[in-house]
């Protein structure tokens, strides 16, 4: 049962990650197809974020949240 909640959280954790990843390229996307000026528009690396709050809601809280979900799987995994 163990082995089985360990890999349903593995994959719970891999699909965030996922979603993860298209939220971050979905919303940054959103603002390069919004923004009013005619140059081109980057997506910016996570590191590169200028705005606190962007940081924040695109970084670090979707990343405790999937670390969070392997953590559980690692600890479920090695319990006995």
Do not use: H
């Not at 909640?5 to 940054?28: H, P, Q, R, S, V």
């Amino acid at each position: 049962m163990r082995k089985a909640m360990a890999i349903a959280l593995k994959l719970a954790g891999f699909l965030g990650f996922l979603a993860w990843i298209a939220g971050y390229l979905w919303i940054t996307g959103l603002a390069c197809a919004f923004k009013t000026s005619q140059s081109d528009c980057d997506i910016p690396l996570p590191w590169q974020l200028r705005n606190q709050e962007d940081f924040m809601l695109l970084v670090l809280i979707p990343g405790c949240i999937v670390a969070g979900l392997f953590l559980v799987a690692w600890k479920v995994g090695r319990s006995k």
